[in-house]
């Protein structure tokens, strides 16, 4: 067996491993918030899923950015890939936090909330990413244009991240400068559902950068066989 795929799987051990201690530590070991109540353990998956988006999509556009210095299509793969699973996990940072605000707030959706405001845009710049490699043709242009939509959309993370700071918000501030209202088994929950939701992320990555590498190579054998003709179909 290859490295790569003993990493693979020493990764997703870990991430099954700290997925289900996550679980156990949320809704078992973690006490009720004082004020918020149950609803808050959707905090720690909220969370993880927002940490995990925001990654993703910079690993995006890191890959376009390398892509458009080189245009070498391993980093145009690169950064397809972080795409399609940073918007998995934008999409249930979304969900998870509209069930949160449901609970907390009585409400889904504050449009006024800066933060929830820049999240949406964020994911559908993400959503037009993918829209367009689906319906462009594959080669340098739709590499090129995609690399463009993932430095737009990355614009997004910094300001995202720092909107509760910059304007005043609905949603907390979940890193607080005066150590927040977390306690211990909370802040412990949390950073384990963090742990296990990136070692997850970078377990689909690589699984899903092997698969692209295989649909290339089938592409590759396709082009020979065709351009050398040894092989009759009739």
Known sequence: MKRSGILTIIMMLAAAILTFTGIYLAFV???????????????YFHVASAWVSYLAFIITFIGSLLYLKTEDMKYDILAFSSAEIGIVFCTIAIITGGLWAQGVW?????????????????????????ALRANSDPGKARARLSAVFGIIGFMCIPLS?????IWTQY????????????????????????FAFTFLYFSILMIKLDIEKMKEEIEEIKQEIGDNGEIDYG
């Open 29 to 43: 070991w973690a006490p009720t918030h004082e004020t918020m109540g149950e609803v808050q353990r959707i905090f």
């Open 106 to 130: 009585g409400v889904f959706w504050i449009w006024e909330d800066m933060k929830l405001f820049l999240t949406l845009v964020m994911w559908l710049v993400f959503i037009a990413y993918l």
């Open 161 to 165: 991240f720092a909107a509760n700071r």
């Open 171 to 194: 949603h907390p501030t979940v890193i607080a400068s005066a150590g927040g209202s977390l306690q211990t088994s909370m802040v412990l929950t949390l950073v384990t559902a963090v």
